[in-house]
């Protein structure tokens, strides 16, 4: 009899094949739907080191995980970062090495990010307009992310999909042409439900929410938009416009709950391991990782075990959306 390769699953059935690592929590920009204007950022001596995140991808990877997407903060603003990359896209067994990033640093990183072996990149964009992309990402600058998508598209990734999160009163009117901005240049594109995750400064996130179905009817006025059932290992439901290269995706935790078929864990940049983004339950990985320094068997079983710990779902409520869900902001969790 051959030994079955090991699988990770969790208590409701599900398997658990796709990894989110957050490398670290800082970034260049302070988006107002992300952080609060003045952030503390963890110690040095609290996050893993490039290594250890390495190793914990490792045993992800010979535990069935055949996806890891590398997320933040701004991923691409840790130091040696591109290390981590080219040891993950050699790991063996794993399929899919992807990114999530707000672009800045794209016009220098993109070309070396594909030869590591990233296949998808995810670049966050809400806007076309440089004086609102100034506010709402408060530190940001437009011309740098639109160069660093051209860095992207002339590098040769497979997929790049941008990212929006719909807002009232700061980018409902830009739904259409943020999609014919994607359409023109052959890129996928999700749209985003804003999240209660983390206090931030400034605003009331019930004001600006805007759910998927306002932003479909938006798009629908203009496109038809046919349902497809392509997946991306991902939350977003995809659409595509007849005619067109472009997918359309909606991610709606608040409409459209996808914990049914969840196959995703996150791994903190301190090492906890997270198995629901709106709810608390983890497991410290750090302290195995440092408790029992290169142990790969006890580290392997840690995760297992934390498997019991995933919650059956989140319950994000888009009326309360005033006080955060979980405390933890999202460049801490990884977006
Ligand atoms: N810095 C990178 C970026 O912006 O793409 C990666 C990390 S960021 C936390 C990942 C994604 O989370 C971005 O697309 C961002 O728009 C989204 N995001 C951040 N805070 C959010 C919130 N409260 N609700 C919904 N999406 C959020
Ligand atoms: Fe930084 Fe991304 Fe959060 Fe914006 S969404 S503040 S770019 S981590």
Redesign the pocket.
């Known amino acids: 009899m051959t030994a079955q390769p090991p699988v990770l699953m969790d208590g409701f059935g599900r398997r658990v094949t796709y990894l989110r690592m ?1 490398v670290t929590d800082r ?1 260049d ?1 302070r ?1 107002v ?3 609060s204007e003045e952030m503390e950022f963890l110690p040095r001596t609290q996050i893993l080191s490039l290594e250890e995140m390495e190793q914990t991808a490792r045993a992800f990877v010979e535990l069935g995980v055949t996806k890891i997407r590398i ?5 691409l603003v840790r130091r040696s970062v591109l290390q981590l990359f080219h040891a993950l896209g050699a790991l063996d067994g794993l399929r899919e090495l992807a990114l ?4 800045s640093q794209l016009p220098r990183y993109a070309e070396e990010l594909r030869r590591a072996g990233v296949r998808r990149l ?3 964009l ?1 806007t076309l307009d440089p004086e609102r992309f100034r506010r709402i990402t408060r530190t940001g600058r437009l011309e740098k992310v639109l160069y660093g998508i051209e860095a992207a598209r002339a590098s040769g990734f497979e997929r790049i999909k941008l ?3 719909a807002m009232k009163g700061r980018n409902e009117d830009e739904i259409l042409p943020i999609v014919d901005f994607a359409m023109e240049r052959g890129l996928d594109i999700s749209f ?7 206090a ?1 400064d400034g605003r009331d ?1 019930r004001e600006g929410f805007m759910s998927s179905n306002e932003v479909r009817e938006a798009i629908e006025a203009v496109h038809p938009l046919q349902p497809t059932t392509e997946s991306t290992g991902g939350p977003s439901r995809y659409f595509r416009i007849p005619g067109s290269e472009t997918r359309i995706g909606f ?1 709606s ?1 608040h409409t459209h709950n996808f914990c049914e078929s969840c196959n995703r864990v996150r791994l903190t940049v301190e090492g906890q391991l997270l198995l629901c983004l709106g709810q608390e339950h983890s497991k410290d990985l750090r302290a195995v990782l440092r408790g029992q320094p290169g142990d790969r068997e006890e580290l392997r079983q840690a995760i297992v075990d934390a498997m019991t710990l995933k919650p059956r779902g989140h319950d994000f409520d888009a009326t309360r959306m005033d006080r955060p869900a979980v405390l933890r ?3 801490v ?3």
């Open positions: 957050s970034c920009f988006c739907y992300c952080m997320t933040g903060g701004e991923p999530t990033t707000n672009g995810n670049i966050s809400d990212n929006t999160v985003i439900e804003e999240m209660p995750l983390g931030v996130r991610i935790p902001h999202m460049n969790t990884g977006g």
